[in-house]
């Protein structure tokens, strides 16, 4: 009876022979990746596939930092590792160590060569970019003189602005000598003088679209005097020249938009600015021409003739009011004469009689106070010889010349002697004292 083997046996002598191989431990296989998935461990997983066959790769994630791009499927590589066995499921698989791009994939690392090479020099600097003017006459067109490109470039632009001329240069856009051919075309536009130029053409493979990555092409659009706008390929496709020019277009009929304005929409602002220009003029004339016909108003009312007529107006007036208040003036003045002269009789009367009692009042006092009711009552009055009253017994002398007045007459007299006893009993005795003697 044969030997019989357990799985694990067969699984180790299977891959000890790969082990024992030279040319299995370090190969170079090329093949298009698929089923590309990156593990959270870090690790790669992913097929190497042509027509008919394929085989399981890995690539750990201690190998990772070598890999200067991300692996997606599609992609033609060339992975350098070892052939060895997976005990656990007994299937074989590349463990790659390092995997770089293969054919295009070379094209690919010289473009991220250049495209850092000239980051680095500043080509890429948004300072150097230069606005692309919104209004153009002329319109350079650098690209293939057949294609949809060109066709495209050329009825937009009639279409949003049929005044603008398009200058062509038929360069060659693909193949040898195209970048050459591209350089000419800038620096035969830029000599032209055009306002804006457009430089691209329409998709196509990374090997199609090469020339717009070479580096004398860069250095034409960064050097050109004149705004370049790039337009290559489809909207996923980069270039060098996307970097350098002054504008990035995704294709060539965006170029066309962006390097033309639309005259239609010109046009219509062109309308509602003519039509907001009108309304304000004619707002603004209506205001005028009814401030002219205030400031006529003022200054009609602010004329000379006007005040003076405004002033007659006023003096008129006064004088109405004038001869009116005098008027009234004059006849309350009647009314008031004519009151006094009904009520001057009784007025003058009971003045008559006010003063008639008053002099009674008078007169009488006078005659309570007069010498000659006093002569009436018996009574003498004395004087001097010149004339002056005498009221005093101590005023006179001895032998002295009087006169005493009576009521009917004077008669002079010679003082004999005087008794100022009498007097001084007289007074006491009007004083309260005791009356002694005779009156």
């Given at each position: 009876m044969a030997n019989v083997y357990s799985v694990t046996q067969v699984n180790n002598y299977i891959k000890n022979m790969f082990t024992q191989d030279f040319l299995l431990q370090r190969l170079s296989i090329q093949g298009e990746v698929g089923n590309c998935k990156y593990h959270s461990s870090g690790h790669i997983y992913f097929t190497l596939k042509e027509k008919g066959a394929a085989l399981n790769c890995v690539m750990f994630a201690a190998y990772r930092k070598g890999l200067d791009?991300?692996?997606?499927?599609?992609?033609?590589?060339?992975?350098?590792?070892?052939?060895?066995?997976?005990?656990?499921d007994g299937k074989y698989q590349l463990y790659a160590r390092s995997v770089r791009l293969a054919g295009s994939g070379r094209l690919y690392e010289q473009y991220e060569a250049l495209k850092k090479e000239l980051e680095e020099m500043g080509m890429f600097d948004r300072c150097y970019k230069q606005p692309i003017p919104r209004f153009i006459r002329t319109l350079g067109v650098v690209t293939a003189a057949t294609g949809a490109a060109v066709r495209d470039i050329?009825?937009?632009?009639?279409?949003?602005?049929?005044?603008?001329?398009?200058?062509?240069?038929?360069?060659?856009?693909?193949?040898?000598g195209a970048a050459e051919s591209i350089v000419n075309g800038i620096h035969a536009l830029e000599a032209k003088g055009v306002d804006v130029m457009i430089v691209g053409r329409g998709g196509g493979s990374i090997e199609d679209l090469w020339a717009f990555n070479e580096r004398i092409v860069a250095e034409a659009v960064f050097h050109c005097t004149v705004p370049v706008i790039s337009a290559v390929g489809h909207e996923t496709d980069t270039t060098i020249i996307d970097f350098v020019s002054d504008l990035r277009a995704p294709t060539p009929s965006a170029a066309a938009e962006l390097a033309v304005y639309d005259v239609r929409t010109y046009l219509a602002s062109l309308e509602s600015m003519e039509a907001q220009l009108t309304g304000q003029m004619n707002t603004k004339l209506s205001s005028s021409y009814e401030r002219l016909k205030y400031m006529e108003?003022?200054?009609?009312?602010?004329?000379?003739?006007?005040?003076?007529?405004?002033?007659?107006?006023?003096?008129?007036?006064?004088?109405?009011?004038?001869?009116?208040?005098?008027?009234?003036?004059?006849?309350?003045?009647?009314?008031?004469?004519?009151?006094?002269?009904?009520?001057?009789p009784d007025l003058m009367m009971r003045k008559l009689t006010g003063y008639r009692n008053r002099l009674n009042v008078q007169t009488a006092v006078l005659k309570g106070v007069s010498p000659y009711q006093k002569l009436k009552s018996g009574l003498g009055y004395v004087t001097d010889e010149e004339g002056y009253a005498l009221r005093s017994a101590a005023e006179i002398s001895d032998g002295q010349k009087i006169g005493i007045w009576f009521q009917d007459g004077r008669v002079s007299a010679r003082v004999l002697g005087k008794d100022m006893e009498g007097v001084r009993k007289e007074s006491e005795y009007e004083n309260g004292g005791e009356c002694h003697g005779k009156f």
């Open positions: 791009f991300t692996l997606a499927e599609g992609q033609q590589v060339i992975a350098t590792g070892s052939v060895e066995v997976y005990e656990r050329i009825q937009i632009t009639h279409r949003r602005n049929p005044y603008v001329q398009i200058l062509l240069y038929p360069a060659q856009v693909q193949g040898e108003k003022v200054l009609a009312a602010r004329h000379p003739g006007a005040r003076l007529r405004e002033q007659r107006n006023q003096l008129a007036h006064l004088q109405d009011r004038l001869d009116l208040r005098m008027e009234k003036k004059l006849t309350d003045l009647q009314n008031q004469l004519t009151d006094i002269q009904d009520r001057l």
